[in-house]
């Protein structure tokens, strides 16, 4: 079974311009739909952004939409986060996901079932 481990995360200043990492083990990564969820202290986890397994499209949470852009290398396996302009409330753990389903439901936590374990990215201001 495939295995994500996020990276690039960690303390920033508000308005700087990060970028997280998710690898993935095997040969599989280029069959999947991909995704950024994030969770902040106290709240769901929720979603950020998605990537067809072609990487033709993308989708953002409305919160994230012209600062943040999601991208993948199927040669690589990798999957990427570009933060820009980050705001405080940016704040939270930051978890790749790996789903199959329908791109119809590529923004809803139930198509994922694999996930990484998360990085913690903290924005202060």
């Known amino acids: 079974q495939m295995q994500l481990v996020e990276s690039g995360g960690g303390l920033v200043q508000a308005g700087s311009s990060p970028r997280l990492s998710c690898a993935a083990s095997?040969?599989?990564?280029?069959?999947?739909?991909m995704a950024w969820f994030r969770q902040a202290p106290g709240k769901e986890r929720e979603f950020v952004a998605t990537i067809m397994y072609t990487g033709t499209m993308t989708s953002y949470a409305d919160s994230v939409r012209g600062r943040f852009t999601i991208s993948r290398d199927n040669d690589k396996n990798t999957l990427y986060l570009q933060m820009n302009s980050l705001k405080p409330e940016d704040t939270a753990t930051y978890y790749c996901?790996?789903?199959?389903?329908?791109?119809?439901?590529?923004?809803?936590?139930?198509?994922?079932?694999?996930w990484g374990q998360g990085t913690q990215v903290t924005v202060s201001s």
């Open positions: 996901a790996a789903g199959g389903s329908s791109w119809t439901r590529a923004t809803m936590i139930s198509t994922y079932d694999l």
């Open positions: 095997g040969r599989t990564f280029s069959f999947y739909t």
